[in-house]
């Protein structure tokens, strides 16, 4: 069983970035893919982007393309999801899961970091 | 892009009871489709993969069925526990949601 922890909330004003951190413990971390997806307050789950650290391939969905970079560090089995030019609808909780029964499916989720955008 | 579309968006069943929650895509995606339930406050979780699969520890009153376009989730006997929002998923693309609440 894979068991991911996020990094703490986050308040950041607009046109900033923010970088959130995703430490995976249990399982092989190059094993399975860790994707990034986050929840507006009181909507839906939108993906963000997937990284495969045996790859060191990352893909994203085009509604980020250029604003959003995800890393995976295999030396502390740490993925990162960076996101720039913050506005305030990017306001959400922000989580991180792994792909183990599959690349495609979320497995295991973190417990979720809210970032706040405001001025 | 492929769409995924929930129905109902909310869905009133009294425990004990059946429910059957649908998701479409806007095309065939095979059987490679997945259920995840969200409580609030919670990280959602993953009930059920490959259209029928169920997830490690996932109890069996949950069963997943069909393939191509058409998909259903089915909870066979509602429990407390189970008042959540249900999504549906295929690679990138998650459904609306279905809420079951308490009737």
């Known amino acids: 069983q894979v068991q991911l922890v996020q990094s703490g909330a986050e308040v950041k004003k607009p046109g900033s970035s923010v970088k959130v951190s995703c430490k995976a413990s249990g399982g092989t971390f190059s094993s399975y893919t860790i994707s990034w997806v986050r929840q507006a307050p009181g909507q839906g789950l939108e993906w963000m982007g997937r990284?495969?650290?045996?790859?060191?391939?990352?893909n994203y969905a085009q509604k980020f393309q250029g604003r959003v970079t995800i890393t995976a560090d295999k030396s502390t089995s740490t993925a990162y999801m960076e996101l720039s030019s913050l506005r305030s609808e990017d306001t959400a909780v922000y989580y991180c899961?792994?792909?183990?029964?599959?690349?495609?499916?979320?497995?295991?989720w973190g417990q979720g970091t809210l970032v706040t955008v405001s001025s | 892009e492929i769409v995924m579309t929930q129905s109902p968006a909310t869905l009133s069943v009294s425990p004990g009871e059946r429910a059957t929650l649908s998701c479409r895509a806007s095309q065939s995606v095979s059987s490679n489709l997945a259920w995840y339930q969200q409580k609030p406050g919670q990280a959602p979780r993953l009930l059920i993969y490959?259209?029928?699969t169920r997830a490690t520890g996932i109890p069996a009153r949950f069963s997943g069925s069909g393939s191509g376009t058409e998909f259903t989730l089915t909870i066979s006997s509602l429990q407390s526990e189970d008042f959540a929002v249900y999504y549906c998923q295929q690679y990138e693309a998650f459904g609306g949601g279905t809420k079951v609440e308490i009737k």
């Open positions: 899961a792994s792909g183990v029964s599959s690349w495609f499916n979320f497995d295991y």
């Open positions: 490959g259209a029928s």
């Open positions: 990284i495969i650290p045996i790859l060191g391939i990352a």
